[in-house]
């Protein structure tokens, strides 16, 4: 419904704008006649209409209401001012070592989950600088953390990257309009966004929302939200914040299935604002493009994939699907069908649509051929799921190391953040000097449901040396090489050959 009310009110944009660039051009057409005929022309059509003070005004009211219309229906831009990422205190910083010594000295796993939990480790991606919960490191605390400690990281992750973004863009908590945050695992009462609003004194008419249970790819959802009213509500700021809460989502079990989160997830939250005042394109970092939002939740193998559970012995966990990859997969493909003609050159459309046909012709089962999504961007950011998870899509969108490069060394160096990845992915750009103005970003985030988003960003200016950055003290140590038990080596990553923009 709303999708057919956006396009309605482009559909009408478009008829407005056409009707008066056609009265303009037959005005000049019709000025443009009038001096060739010596002046009469015009003359001699306001006589032949007999115009008079009544109908001048009629038209002037018209021609009026047509202005204002266009005006109100015109597409407004999406700026994004400015965002900040959560960097924790350095006693957090937790080593696979570390880990493995916690999940052993807590009592609660056999010596087969012992075994699983140290080999996904060794080979996750995951470095020894990651950054885990308080109860990790409380030897009083019992294994199972509660609400407290729940509340605790909350409000570490987001008050902490909310302060450093107020401090980056010199906007006053005040100024907010729209407020939205996700978190899909713990949400009490009141709410995430009421506890900001609380803490910041935020106004009495602000539009907040709060959004739950939708996995890794809700920041993407918020960014798109935020979008859809800052159409509606002019002149405005939306601030989001995308986490996840890692204390309620340790499992104490167990189930292969549900062990893997323990090992892949870490704390970590981004918070974002955007903007759609004119005023804010010069200082701005980027102008949103498009969103693209894929659920393939109607199918069953796809809904069950990621899904909260009690296991055999009563314990909740987050239990990963052997399917998951294929599932992901296919999300992936309906989302770029969708994505591919709002960015793809003309030409690399062409050769899409005819490799298909081809395919179809030959009776041919291979893999259809994946258009060059490199032609469309230059900078892209997978969310940092997990090793197998971006070793699929390096091969499956056939990128370079270059271009996978933040998503791993994210990896590598927070962990799987859940939905604020994509935004310690940017960082890591920004951060390296990456970002040109006029570059374009490409944010692919999967999430439970299953869905699959994508959003696109243009660089509004170059972006070099940035003065606050959670990369900063840790920067030139990257690229590395992971390699087993967190270990690293050196890496040259070269950026390969960008064709021209089109």
Not at 84 to 94: G, I, L, T, V, W
Not at 175 to 181: A, D, Q, R, T, Y
């Amino acid at each position: 419904m709303l999708r057919s009310i956006k396009s309605v009110s482009r559909a009408g944009h478009l008829v407005i704008a056409g009707l008066i660039i056609t009265a303009l051009l037959v005005i000049v057409v019709a000025l443009q006649f009038d001096g060739m005929a010596g002046g009469g022309l015009i003359e001699f059509a306001a006589k032949s209409l007999e115009i008079n003070g009544t109908t001048s005004l009629l038209w002037v009211g018209i021609a009026s209401i047509v202005a204002v219309v266009y005006v109100i229906t015109r597409p407004r831009s999406i700026y994004l001012v400015d965002f900040a990422c959560y960097r924790p205190e350095d006693n957090r910083k937790c080593s696979i070592d570390h880990l493995e010594h916690f999940a052993r000295q807590s009592g609660v796993y056999n010596d087969v989950s012992l075994s699983f939990q140290k080999k996904v480790l060794m080979r996750s991606g995951l470095g020894d600088e990651t950054y885990v919960p308080s109860f990790v490191f409380d030897q009083e605390q019992s294994t199972e953390p509660g609400m407290k400690h729940a509340r605790l990281e909350v409000e570490e992750v987001m008050f902490g990257a909310l302060d450093e973004l107020f401090r980056k863009t010199n906007v006053s908590p005040t100024e907010i309009e729209i407020l939205i945050v996700n978190c899909s695992v713990f949400n009490p009462t009141p709410s995430h966004s009421a506890m900001v609003v609380n803490r910041y004194k935020m106004k009495e008419t602000i539009r907040s929302y709060n959004l739950g249970g939708m996995g890794c790819s809700a920041g993407l959802i918020a960014i798109d939200l935020a979008k859809d009213l800052l159409k509606v509500h002019g002149s405005s700021y939306a601030v989001v914040v995308s986490m996840e809460n890692i204390t309620l989502n340790w499992y104490c079990g167990n189930n292969r299935s549900m062990l893997v989160t323990n090992c892949l997830f870490r704390v970590g939250g981004a918070a974002i604002l955007l903007s759609n005042k004119g005023t804010d394109a010069r200082r701005a970092k980027y102008k949103l493009l498009h969103t693209v939002r894929t659920h393939k939740g109607s199918d069953d193998k796809a809904f069950q994939s990621v899904i909260q559970e009690e296991d055999d012995q009563g314990l909740v966990g987050v239990s990963l699907s052997k399917h998951l990859m294929e599932v992901a997969g296919e999300a992936l493909k309906t989302n770029i069908v969708t994505l591919g003609p709002l960015v793809l050159p003309i030409s690399e459309q062409l050769r899409f649509v005819l490799a298909i046909i081809k395919s179809k012709l030959l009776k041919n089962h291979k893999k259809p051929r994946v258009p060059d999504f490199t032609l469309a961007f230059e900078h892209f950011c997978i969310h940092a799921g997990g090793r197998a998870v971006l070793d699929e899509l390096e091969k499956n969108l056939r990128l370079s190391a270059w271009h996978m490069e933040p998503a791993r060394m994210t990896l590598h160096r927070f962990g799987n953040t859940s939905s604020s990845s994509l935004w310690y992915e940017l960082a890591y750009s920004e951060a390296k000097n990456r970002i040109k103005q006029g570059d374009r970003v490409w944010q692919i985030a999967f999430g439970s449901g299953f869905k699959c988003n994508s959003a696109v960003w243009k660089s509004l200016r170059t972006i070099a040396h940035p003065s606050t950055n959670a990369w900063l003290d840790c920067v030139d140590r990257y690229p590395v090489e992971p390699v087993e038990g967190g270990s690293t080596i050196a890496a040259s990553v070269v950026r390969p050959e960008l064709p021209l923009k089109s």
